[in-house]
């Protein structure tokens, strides 16, 4: 069983940046596949940005360019920087985790690939 605890979300202007981060239990951090969702009111989940666990990333054309993923196995926690933020960011951030080890990013681009998800983190972008 893995947990994952998101936090860093709030609220920024047009044009700032926030961290978010995503803790995970368990020991084998470095081996999770790994992934950013978010969801806006009225609107599906759709992806963000995923690192497989030989941390090759992939990114949603609306955030590439703005946001970065990236992990630290050592406190066993993964990031989502995102710069530039835009209001059509707004949106509850969810980190995602699987045990799967794929490499290809059409998996790992995917909802339905991820076993472990956390609570979620508002981010409210103002125009």
């Known amino acids: 069983q893995v947990q994952l605890v998101e936090s860093g979300g709030g609220l920024v202007q047009a044009g700032g940046s926030l961290r978010l981060s995503c803790a995970a239990s368990?020991?084998?951090?470095?081996?999770?596949?790994m992934g950013w969702f978010r969801q806006a009111p009225g609107k599906e989940r759709e992806f963000v940005a995923g690192?497989?666990?030989?941390?090759?990333?992939v990114y949603a054309d609306s955030v590439k360019g703005r946001f970065t993923i990236s992990r630290d196995n050592g406190k066993n926690t993964m990031y989502l920087q995102m710069n530039s933020l835009k209001p059509e960011d707004t949106a509850v951030y969810y980190c995602?985790?699987?045990?799967?080890?794929?490499?290809?990013?059409?998996?790992?681009?995917?909802?339905?690939?991820?076993?472990?998800w956390g609570q979620g983190t508002q981010v409210t972008v103002s125009s």
């Open positions: 368990g020991r084998t951090f470095s081996s999770y596949t």
């Open positions: 690192m497989n666990w030989i941390d090759n990333t």
């Open positions: 995602a985790a699987t045990l799967g080890r794929y490499y290809s990013s059409s998996y790992y681009r995917r909802g339905t690939t991820y076993e472990y």
